[in-house]
């Protein structure tokens, strides 16, 4: 599942380089984001959680050492919360002793996942008027997929085969509160920029429950849903950026069509992660599936209130969006190359 | 290995107790060498001596920048110091009582250490305290992958210690003058 997150982080790093607002700062983008990928392409090839864990730190210091409104220890206290629970579980799971120890494990892996993407409860401090590249937005939406991603797997090698159903349960419970959270936050909070985070989260949850299901039909709605915030929601964010700025909601057709990509309806990406979400929920828990098709109910409000927020793209932005939008559909009509290029 | 681990709690004890430069560098030091010396019976001889030479890098790096003071246990520090002997009388307790296994000394310090340097991190402000705290995680770090059953080898270990030896080194990003101007002269709000 890795390659193919780096391989969709890539193309989403050229999309926003090539089609960034005329403002922007192009060079830092690219500099930093090459600097993520590099990053990113380390954990995919790390063969261990403890080399994983280290490039993680590698990341956050230099992160934090970017020009910001934050000062330099309030933006590492996040990632390196995560570093340390990731430890801590890593540690707990490799020693010999009572079952229970490799629960709290477990928990310490998922809780040190949460705070290295900024899920809740360990959600980054989010400051609107932050640049781009020194905001929480890289973690959640650029490094994070592919780095749950590693840690799921890689994690699935080192929990106790007693713990598992543990992990899969505190997956799945995250997932559900961010969810939830997300969708209301983004339909309810007054800024617009904090809304598009909060958006972020949402998606996010549905990608811990497709993790915490352990079934393939879980494991590839959550590599759709974690496509389709590379490629569908960060570039999208990066173009509303300037309209969030001047405050103009609009209502044009490309609005709406911008709020369904959001939503994850039909024919874009969204659209089969959720029913393959559903379909492995169904298979495993039924319950579970009626409170996932409640809770996908709640993206609706807050995607069209995002969609909104985008104002009119023009020039070179609105042959971006046209670009994501045709990337989102062919995703969600046809996403089964993906996902057997990832073997699932 | 038991007084190895211990001399690790010591240091990882100074980097929390201390807010002078000299204090932290003392407390890296000791941190490196002891981790050093519980790193080469697990397997890592080579993860050992970058255990050492990382950690001693970023020990003198630590000594030579900033005011010359050790600042042991400041005024208003009590909170740490029992941070730092409950943490360890919890951690001696899990390692030596709870789990099972020949390598005690290892487990308590690679969970002691760790849990202390992320305790200090978060609750700090200072960048010179916070940039110790990180080089002396990354050598637990580095240590911690010789809990596997199976070792990974000594590229954790020396990925660690790399991390340690250049960490200190990162260049700062100017804050832009808007935001100076507009920001309170910072405070240690560490609660010392």
Redesign the interface.
Known sequence: MEPELLLGSTLALVLAVVFAPPRAPRANLLTWGLLGLAGMAAIAIA??L??I??IL??LA??QA???S?R????R??AP??A??LL??G??LE?????VV?DRFGAVGIVAGLAAAVGLLPYAHEFDPEESLVASPIPWIAFVGPLLAAAVVSRASGVVAADAGDAFGAMLIGLGLLNMLWGAVGSWRTENDAAAWRYSFMSDWGLALCGFGLAIADGRAAALIILFSIVLGRLPLYLWSRQALREKVPTDRPINLVVAAVLAGSAPFAGFPARVLLLRGATQLYWPLALVLAAAMLLWLPGSLRLGRSMGVPRGRQAVGVAIVLALNVLLGVYPQPLLTLAGL | MAGAAFVAWVGAAIVVLADGRRGQALGLALLAMSLAVLAWPAGMAAGSVAIALGGLIAAVQCWRSGPAAWGIMPAGSTPRLILCIASALFVFWLAAS????PDASL?FA??VV??L??AR??M????SV??T??AA??L???L??G???QS?GP??AI??GL?AAG?LF???????SA?QAASPA?TDSDGA
Do not use: C, K, N
């Open positions: 063969p261990t403890d080399l864990v280290l730190l590698v210091v230099l050492r970017l020009a409104h000062d330099f220890a309030t590492l206290r390196v919360l570093v340390v430890a801590l890593l540690a490799r020693m010999q002793g009572p120890l | 709870v789990t099972s296994g487990r690679v969970i760790s849990g340097m992320g991190v978060l700090s402000r200072d960048t916070v940039l705290g990180i995680l990354a637990a770090l580095g911690a992958s809990l596997a059953a990974p590229v954790p990925v660690g991390i960490v990162v260049p700062a990003a100017p804050i832009p935001i910072p």
